[in-house]
């Protein structure tokens, strides 16, 4: 089973309609981020939360909203769904480790979500 | 600015030849981490190599190294003896601390290699 699980996969919906995203992991990590990917532009953090109650505004945050209901999921949502929000869009995991490094913590990736907004 | 710069679009690279992809960034910090992300077309990002600043050795995994200049800050990827399964995406990305601890990430625009 995958550690990092997002659904849907694809998804289709209209301008003006309300969405979301979520994001489910099953490796104990309490850091969790999302991100977006457009061609040319790489990805782009949109939010990301370090534990349960703290959460954080990325690059890209206007026009999105999360919400962390458990250390293991981590939901985003387009309140009112615009076509330049057409993108691939992904969660991430990471963890601090025990080693004392910091910083060096792997993000782990879910499948990604692809969204087209009509 | 606190930015990642991958200058090549795409590169074009011949089974078993190598190939390197080149990647800049910014930074006011002198500890931080560096990372090369593969993402074939299954679009799942894949962890490549990692680097750490402080280290004067450069990272290897198996057919992929990097070459680390820190004073000019830099870090590519070469990938050796190339596979049809090389063909991919690369993101070059790298740590950026927001308080004592932790740490969000950058990401550069990728590269598309063709093998």
């Known amino acids: 089973d995958a550690d990092v699980t997002q659904t849907p996969r694809n998804r289709i919906t209209k301008t003006g309609k309300r969405i979301m995203l979520e994001c489910s992991q099953t490796?104990?990590?309490?850091?969790m981020y999302w991100y977006r990917q457009d061609p040319g532009l790489g990805l782009r953090l949109i939010y990301y939360?370090?534990?349960?109650?703290?959460?954080n505004k990325g690059e890209i945050s206007d026009g999105y909203s999360v919400s962390r209901q458990a250390q293991a999921k981590f939901s985003l949502s387009l309140e009112s769904a615009i076509p330049n929000q057409t993108a691939l869009y992904f969660c991430a995991t990471s963890d601090p480790g025990t080693s004392g490094r910091r910083g060096q913590e792997t993000q782990y990736f879910g499948p990604g979500t692809r969204l087209l907004v009509l | 600015a606190q930015t990642v710069t991958q200058s090549q679009p795409e590169m074009s690279v011949q089974e078993a030849e190598t190939v390197t992809l080149s990647c800049t960034y910014d930074?006011?910090?002198?500890?931080?981490?560096l990372f090369w992300y593969k993402q074939p077309p299954s679009r799942q990002m894949i962890l490549v190599i990692r680097?750490?600043?402080?280290?004067?050795q450069n990272a290897t995994e198996n057919r992929f190294s990097v070459n680390f200049q820190k004073a000019a800050k830099s870090f590519s990827l070469k990938i050796s003896d190339s596979q049809l399964g090389d063909a991919a995406m690369y993101f070059c990305?790298?740590?950026?601390?927001?308080?004592?601890?932790?740490?969000?990430?950058?990401f550069g625009t990728g590269t598309r290699l063709k093998v």
């Open positions: 990305a790298r740590n950026l601390r927001v308080t004592s601890g932790t740490y969000k990430y950058i």
């Open positions: 930074t006011s910090e002198s500890d931080y981490y």
């Open positions: 490796k104990g990590h309490d850091r």
């Open positions: 680097q750490e600043a402080y280290k004067q």
């Open positions: 939360s370090f534990d349960v109650k703290d959460i």
